[in-house]
């Protein structure tokens, strides 16, 4: 087991964006024009500068295509807040034709455009954005957003053909740890999407908070939301505080309704992200079993015994399979677009599995021999039941330890190796190494007094220098969905803090995942990041 997801010990990052910051001062000043292009990031298939520039003001309208779709309709209702909010141009609205200088949606035909894919012009009279689908359309809309820096009247005249590398372009989000509300959640969306990444991985569900309403198993939010304040200290896995119920004075903690999961579902949905909830299993599980005692394994009292090697549900005991069940019944209602259900499957341990009489009697029945059988059993279980819902599960690389089930994917959060484990198995990965891509180490050099952090972390050379397909065969690389960083929140206690922690690793982790590896280059990146004018996420409405 390692120590507690394997997190080294140190403090936090912002002195290399300051660096880069400083850097990027000198070399402005000691450039005379020619005025360059704002950058864009993650930098573009092909973006071509053309002579002069756009005036904003000249448009009238966002013209959409009278067959087009209501998700492109909704994209071009962005583009036409944008234009207003953003740009102050008194654009008439949206129309199916023009009556002057206008913004024109063309929908082309799936063959001659991939998914997700856009080609921008930016004409003196006008703009024109043709796509196939209506998230091509918004990844134009992005472009366009780093195009106009604040407060400018004029684009400049380019012409950008672009298309992402990689399906899957991830960002986790920890909210057992430290709880962030909806109102954050859906600004952190914001900021996702501004920067082309589509899926947002909810971490629900951990052992230090249950977040989630379940409306069959109240207990799991009265008790399992709740425990003593710990905001001032980081707060780690294997401190032994209880939860309790939220009404105890000094309670931390918080969770989600459903209704206010729907509300997020939905708003990430009309951003083109798709979330993943994560409900951790069978271990990472203090919260679920202070809740829910029933499911602790025989011998344990978690509550005297302390947590460590006994976190986790009780495998030989048929109610911790019913249990989960009826919570990922309700948790598959609330994520109707989310092809996996993340299992988690990390760190499983095995000291009350030893030592519970119904796991052991279990192992025997079905001639297992070691812990790490019965949790692929446990694994396996879960993943039939969802299957028959029409989901498939992805957990950490440890499941890829044992046979894997049918049509699940693996999360790999320690090294190509773990990869290899899981594409033997013909199973697809997502690619979320610690070393490069856990944003709650500290990005170097550490800037002096900076806050807690889980560690000392790469440099963001490092990090953008990660190649998902790195070590693997053509073959192999071929079932990469894709890339994914991920923000573990036990030194992580305010938004503003979540928010320092995610940038600017976001932009490199944005160009890992959109750019293809043949077109990215660290000087060419550290350049563009210099002169980004990349908008802030806005304010949700
Ligand atoms: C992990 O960091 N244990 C997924
Ligand atoms: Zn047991």
Not at 35 to 46: D, F, G, H, W, Y
Not at 214 to 235: F, N, Q
Not at 285 to 313: H, K, M, W
């Amino acid at each position: 087991m390692t120590d507690g997801r394997g997190r080294l010990s140190g403090v936090l990052r912002a002195a290399a964006l300051a660096a880069l910051l400083l850097a990027g001062a000198v070399v402005r000043a000691a450039e005379s024009a020619p005025p360059e292009l704002p950058s864009v990031i993650p930098k573009p298939a092909s973006l071509e500068p053309r002579p002069g520039s756009l005036r904003l003001a000249v448009i009238r309208d966002v013209v959409v295509p009278k067959n087009a779709d209501a998700d492109t309709r909704r994209v071009a209702g962005f583009i036409h807040d944008w234009l207003r909010n953003d740009c102050g141009v008194r654009t008439a609205g949206v129309a199916e034709s023009a009556r002057g200088a206008a913004v024109r949606l063309e929908v082309v035909s799936p063959d001659k455009a991939a998914k997700e894919a856009y080609r921008l012009d930016v004409m003196p009279d006008g703009i024109r954005i043709r796509a196939s689908d209506a998230a091509g359309f918004f990844y134009a809309l992005q472009t366009l957003r780093q195009l106009v820096p604040s407060g400018a009247a004029a684009c400049p005249c380019v012409s950008v053909g672009d298309a992402p590398r990689f399906g899957w372009r991830g960002m986790q989000l920890d909210v057992s740890r430290h709880f962030f509300g909806k109102e954050f959640v859906k600004n952190y969306i914001d900021l996702l999407a501004s920067r082309k990444l589509n899926v947002f991985h909810w971490h629900l569900v951990d052992g230090p908070g249950w977040r989630i309403e379940i409306k069959k198993h109240p207990e799991l939010t009265r008790i399992g939301a709740w425990r003593k304040d710990k905001r001032a200290e980081p707060w780690n896995w294997r401190a032994t505080e209880l939860c309790f119920n939220g009404k105890t004075p000094g309670a931390y903690g918080g969770f989600y309704t459903q209704e206010e999961i729907r509300e997020v579902v939905r708003y990430a949905k009309a951003r083109f992200v798709t979330i993943i909830p994560e409900i951790e299993m069978p271990g990472h599980s203090y919260a679920v079993l202070a809740a829910c005692p029933q499911f602790v394994c025989e011998g344990n009292n978690i509550r005297t015994d302390g947590l460590r090697g006994l976190d986790v549900f009780c495998a030989g005991n048929e109610g911790s399979y019913k249990f989960l069940a009826e919570v990922l019944d309700e948790v598959a209602a609330l994520f109707p677009d989310a092809p996996y259900i993340h299992i988690g499957g990390d760190e499983v341990p095995d000291l009350a599995w030893k030592r519970c009489g119904k796991c052991q009697a279990l192992m025997k029945r079905l001639g297992l021999r070691t812990p790490r059988e019965l949790e692929a059993h446990f694994i396996g279980r879960i993943a039939q039941h969802l299957a028959a819902k029409g989901r498939k599960i992805i957990g950490w690389d440890e499941i890829a330890e044992s046979a894997l089930p049918k049509d699940a994917a693996v999360m790999v959060w320690r090294d190509a190796a773990f990869a290899k484990r899981a594409l033997a198995q013909g199973c697809p990965v997502v690619m979320a190494p610690a070393s490069h891509l856990y944003f709650d180490y500290a990005l170097s050099p550490v800037p002096p007094g900076d806050a807690p952090s889980a560690g000392k972390g790469p440099s963001m050379e490092t990090v953008y220098g990660f190649d998902p397909a790195a070590g693997l065969t053509p073959a192999e690389a071929r079932l990469v969905l894709g890339v994914e960083a991920c923000l573990w929140t036990e030194h992580v206690q305010t938004e503003a803090r979540a928010l320092e922690m995610t940038s600017p690793r976001l932009d490199a982790l944005a160009e890992i995942a959109w750019t293809k590896q043949a077109a990215r280059d660290w000087n060419d990146f550290r350049r563009r990041l210099e002169r980004s004018a990349a908008p802030p996420a806005p304010k949700p409405k």
